[in-house]
């Protein structure tokens, strides 16, 4: 299984940012899909989460309101919009994946991991 996540970049606070997340390996629509991050000097955290169908997600305290996530199923690709970004959402953000359909908010419940995308937002 491989994750390929992309988008991020360079952005001031307030702004906005998608982010995406590319799988190949197997079927992409069994599958729970989760966001996470790792800001400098910290461990790494939940963000978001994404069960098989899309129909369930759920989100960390710190970005409920400004982020959301999707996927598209037939494209094999999740999703993490980010808006009213703040310089506290500094970090290398991380998609996973695992062996179940419902959703985790706990790394342990993903097993396959992409490299990461930097989101950096300046003040």
């Known amino acids: 299984v491989q994750l390929q996540a992309f988008g991020g970049g360079l952005v001031q606070a307030g702004g906005s940012l998608r982010l995406s997340c590319a799988t190949s390996g197997r079927s992409f629509s069994s599958y729970a899909m989760g966001w996470f991050r790792q800001a400098p000097g910290k461990e790494r955290e939940f963000v978001a989460a994404?069960?098989?169908?899309?129909?369930?997600?759920d989100y960390a305290d710190s970005v409920k309101g400004r982020f959301t996530v999707s996927r598209d199923n037939t494209k094999n690709t999740v999703y993490l919009q980010m808006n009213s970004l703040k310089p506290e959402d500094t970090a290398v953000y991380y998609c996973a994946t695992g062996d179940s359909a419902w959703l985790s908010s706990r790394m342990n419940g993903y097993n396959y991991w992409g490299q990461g995308t930097l989101v950096t937002v300046s003040s």
């Open positions: 994404i069960n098989w169908s899309g129909v369930r997600t």
